[in-house]
């Protein structure tokens, strides 16, 4: 099933094109991550999927429902967290969650029952009485979500969710993308931090408001440099003549290879240099690292 299908999406203000004919699909139960520099278009192409601003052209369709014409339905399926806490600061977690739930149509048996369960899985309840202006800023990104999360949304659309939170926030919040994951929800984020994009199942990274590169973390990384890295430990200097594989580096018994699949080459490699390979492995190459690259060739 496809959650998010973008056609030729674009959007311009002015002379100015933020998103330039955009084409993206987002598998349901997926945790999608788009990534991409400041101003390269990532925020106004998720207000363009929630209906917040109209593309200039283009179709944008959520579980099969077009935005434009059956924003309704549209707005069932998606739970949405801004970047910056948009949330009633005087009104307490329960009482934001409570607001929340009965603007998205549920009763108030409903939406009591949906926010104690909400409060259990996000370590709420504690707070429940405390004014939302008063909470730190990663209780506050917890009390974020669970508003997304209060009408059980299908389609989970969080710009920059962990922004400005520590580490081990940060890792608890992947725990719970992981967790609705299993539940089946879709997950379509956009982050600058690299480390976590890895967590992602699929990646899109934008430039100019366009899509440069798509793929799970590894297909991205290899996109970026032709292919993976090896590097072998030889007990003498040898050549290598093997197709999908060049020589990027050599020297002191070190080779450093670039292979177009390590795990379809590993075997061809060994048997290649036999009793003289002291030691194989892959380059661990960072998605930062790639993300970098292909900006400069993008």
């Keep these: 099933m496809i959650a998010i299908e973008a056609r ?13 004919n955009l084409n993206l699909t987002v598998e349901a139960g997926l945790a999608f991550g788009l990534l991409g520099p400041n101003g390269a278009g990532k925020t106004t192409t998720i207000r363009m999927i929630t209906g917040l601003i ?20 549209v707005i069932e399926k998606i739970g949405y967290m801004p970047q910056k806490f948009g949330l009633y600061e005087d009104l ?79 890792r608890q919040f992947w725990e719970i993308f992981r967790d609705l994951n299993r539940e089946g929800k879709t997950i379509l984020l956009t982050t600058h931090y690299m480390d976590e994009a890895e967590n992602c199942d699929r990646l899109a990274l934008m430039s100019s408001g366009r899509i440069i590169a798509e793929g799970s973390p590894s297909e991205v990384k290899r996109k970026a440099f ?30 450093k290879l670039l292979v177009d699949d390590y795990s379809a080459r590993v075997s061809q490699i060994i048997a290649k240099f036999g009793p003289d390979l002291r030691d194989i492995r892959p380059v661990h190459v960072s998605l930062e690292e790639a993300f970098i690259k292909l900006m400069r060739e993008g």
Excluded: C, W
């Excluded at 030729?8 to 330039?20: I, N």
């Excluded at 944008?60 to 014409?69: I, L, R």
């Excluded at 890295?229 to 020589?247: A, F, H, M, T, Y």
């Design 226 to 255: 032709g292919g993976d890295i090896v590097e072998v430990v030889l007990s003498r200097p040898l050549n290598i003549d093997l197709q999908g594989v060049k020589v990027m580096e050599a020297g002191d018994g070190k080779m």
């Design 8 to 20: 030729g999406l674009t959007k311009k203000f002015g002379s100015f094109t933020a998103v330039d």
């Design 92 to 170: 307490t977690v329960e009482e934001n969650m409570m607001l929340f739930g009965r603007l998205y149509g549920l009763s108030k048996r409903d939406a009591l029952q949906r926010s104690e369960e909400l409060m259990d899985f996000l370590n709420l309840r504690e707070f429940r009485n405390r004014l939302a202006g008063k909470l730190s800023g990663g209780t506050k990104q917890r009390l974020a979500l669970a508003v997304a999360l209060i009408h059980d949304p299908l389609l989970l659309i969080l710009d920059e969710p962990t922004a400005g939170v520590d580490p081990p926030i940060r």
């Design 54 to 73: 109209k593309p200039t052209a283009g179709t944008v369709k959520v579980y099969g429902h077009d935005v434009a014409s059956e924003r309704s339905k």
